[in-house]
Every structure is written in structure tokens, then in C-alpha cells.
């Protein structure tokens, strides 16, 4: 079992950056595919970012490529999510998610964290 745990949410205004880091525990981390989801009010959660356990494939939705990039380090158990240009499209709670494997759905969640990006 995995526990995640985000940060690095916040205000910004349109344009600007902000970095979200998911911490993992667990001593399998580097065998789990790693994912970012997020919720905005009144909308279902929707997919943002994934990455395979060895880093060797990265997707996004298509609302934010070439915005955002998603990487993760296996030696500190760590996801991150740096988001540029963003847009007031972007305020969500972020959500970092494990699965398994490469094959599996995402089971762990972590409590999420709040973007806010001001127009």
C-alpha cells in the first residue's frame, strides 16, 4: 500500500507557474504508475497527467500539453507536476494517484491540493 501526500497548490494569476510535488511512501514506489487528476467545482475529476514506473511514457490530456510536465525521482519517492501559462480553466483540487503497475487503474489518492489561477 501507498500513502500520497501533495503540496505546492495555490493563488496565481493567469500566465504565471506553480510546481506540485506528491510525496510517496512505500518502499515499492518505483514500481507504481503515477498520475495526476484533478476536480474542478461541479465537474466530474478528470485525468491531467501519467507516468509509467520507469519514466519510459508520459501522457497528458489534451487540455495542457505542452503546459505542464509531469516527472517523478524513485530515489526520494517523488511526483511533480510543473504547470505553466496557466489559465483560470486550470483552478482545481489536484489530486496525486498511484496504481500498481503500469496496467492497473489508480487506486491510492491523495487528499488533493487547491490551484487557483486568477484572471
Do not use: H
Not at 100 to 112: C, H, L, P, T, V
Amino acid at each position: 500500500q501507498v500513502q500520497l501526500v501533495e503540496s505546492g497548490g495555490g493563488l496565481v494569476q493567469a500566465g504565471g507557474s506553480l510546481k506540485l510535488s506528491c510525496a510517496a511512501s512505500g518502499r515499492t514506489f518505483s514500481s507504481y504508475r503515477m498520475g495526476w487528476l484533478r476536480q474542478a467545482p461541479g465537474k466530474e475529476r478528470e485525468f491531467v497527467a501519467g507516468i509509467t514506473s520507469s519514466s519510459g511514457r508520459i501522457y497528458y490530456a489534451d487540455s495542457v500539453k505542452g503546459r505542464f510536465a509531469i516527472s517523478r525521482d524513485n530515489a526520494k519517492n517523488m511526483v511533480y507536476l510543473q504547470m505553466n501559462s496557466l489559465k483560470p480553466d486550470d483552478t482545481a483540487i489536484y489530486y496525486c494517484a498511484a496504481a500498481r503497475n503500469d496496467y492497473s487503474a489508480y487506486e491510492y489518492w491523495g487528499q488533493g491540493t487547491q490551484v487557483t489561477v486568477s484572471s
